[in-house]
């Protein structure tokens, strides 16, 4: 398949020295034993990169922008690919900055997922934890860190003060734009999240890839897991309808896996990696569109 170069995106659209500084700035955040002062404190937590960023995401991320990144990645045209060959490109996205005690993207994945394992959760769940980062390719398709990564949040209605930075939005046109500025905004009560659009980074991107492979309960998680100021706020209730909060029961069973990987010890991949040949090909057909 043709595939873009990798490029390193232009230093302005790039202000985290790499893609998991966003990962780490909401794992200490989401630190257990923190108290709700503390927790309400978390600007002190984020370094001039990450607060950077966010001032990024908030302004950029328009309902225009994340309908046309839908139009270009979620008719999924870039040609096939299986799961391996995606897992081993993701990895060129290495840390330059600390190789030796940074762990690979990969092995965030099969952190991620061994902790699953470990707890003795279902083969499907084991497998969407190593998934869910895949759809961080986008940053290597070229996209800037701030439609990659980072919180999401509905775009076309009121911005909730439980997203982080919520001070940041006032730089987004949107924000100019009255119809997208009440409560539902373009959407109706309790639509339900699928008709709602979120701001867009590799959640939807691996939700689209994924769709027709993984029972529902995994792609809500693939879905959502950035979604925190729903999975962890319980805000934007008014647009959930009743099943989204079922589903939301698994999304918040995925999150601290995704949290707290980094604290486990590194897996030993050669060994695991046979049972992972095997749990991907359970699920997916060699060949899959991204
Ligand atoms: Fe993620
Ligand atoms: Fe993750």
Redesign the pocket.
Known sequence: MNEAPRTSPRKENAPLKELDDW?DFVSTRYRPGKSEEQFRNYRTDANPGVTEFYRQNHAHQTLDFVLKKKAEYCGLRRGKKNIWEMAEYLNTLVDESDPDTDVSQIE??LQ?SEAIRKDGHPRWFILTGFL??LGKVLCLYGEPQWAVVGDTFPVGCAYSDEVVFPEFFSANPDANVPEYQTECGIYEHRCGFDKVHLSFGHDEYMYQVAQNYLLEEGLYMLRY?SFYAAHRHHAYGHLMNEHDEEMFAWVRKFNPY?LY?KGRERPDVKAILPFYHDLVSEFFPDQIDW
Do not use: G, R
């Open positions: 990962d965030h994945l991620t869910h980062d897991h995704d990987s």
